[in-house]
Nanobody, 120 residues
């Protein structure tokens, strides 16, 4: 069974940092672009970042560029999102997902999400 399980979310003060993890099982992530997508309260899905199979190419939404860093460890079948200088507007449920072949922005398998709340 294909599974993606996110972890590492929580409550953090503005300016703080969190590192999200996404552990895959039932398949290997080596062949896939992996992405992070978020959904803020009352808003639609927002694509955040993606990384290619080898990790040498990464893309970021303008809203998080220079603030978030995506990485992957194929040996651990895990993708990460390091989030620094967090702002209240970063509050959202964060999902990881596997990219459809040939796409950076379309995804098929999704995790259940992890809540990130930035508040003082």
């Amino acid at each position: 069974e294909v599974q993606l399980v996110e972890s590492g979310g929580g409550l953090v003060q503005p300016g703080g940092s969190l590192r999200l993890s996404c552990a895959a099982s039932g398949f290997t992530i080596d062949d896939y672009v992996m992405g992070w997508i978020r959904q803020a309260p009352g808003k639609g899905l927002e694509w955040v970042s993606a990384i290619n199979w080898s990790g040498d190419t990464t893309l970021y939404a303008d809203s998080v560029k220079g603030q978030f860093t995506i990485s992957r460890d194929n040996a651990k079948n895990t993708v990460y999102l390091q989030m620094n200088s967090l702002k209240p507007e970063d509050t959202a449920v964060y999902y990881c997902a596997t990219g459809l072949p040939g796409s950076w922005y379309a995804y098929n398998y999704w995790g259940q999400g992890t809540q990130v709340t930035v508040s003082s």
